[in-house]
């Protein structure tokens, strides 16, 4: 059974940081992060491929690290420099012979 599960949101201050966290089960392979804020689109935010490449969004790079542990089958994603207008859900998605998302963790940047 393909499952995605993310981990690791929650409410912190600006200039604050978090660690995300992204368990897959049933073979699929997690291929990065995105992120939908209230009354918008889900966006893309991060990207991370077999070879460990990784690639992002303008608006998270030099903040936002994305990365891999293959044996926990794992992807994280360090957020550090968080702004308000990063408040979203975030959800990491994955793909096996179609494409699987999780349900999603809640990151609030507030004073």
């Known amino acids: 059974q393909v499952q995605l599960v993310e981990s690791g949101g929650g409410l912190v201050q600006p200039g604050g940081s978090l660690r995300l966290s992204c368990a897959a089960s049933g073979g699929v392979f997690i291929v990065g992060w995105y992120r939908q804020a209230p009354g918008r689109q889900r966006e893309w935010v991060a990207a991370i491929d077999r070879d460990f490449s990784t690639s992002y969004a303008d608006s998270v790079k030099g903040r936002f690290t994305i990365s891999r542990d293959n044996a926990k089958n794992t992807v994280y994603l360090q957020m550090n420099g968080l702004k308000p207008e990063d408040t979203a859900v975030y959800y990491c998605?994955?793909?096996?012979?179609?494409?699987?998302w999780g349900q999603g963790t809640q990151v609030t940047v507030s004073s």
């Open positions: 998605k994955g793909i096996n012979y179609g494409t699987y």
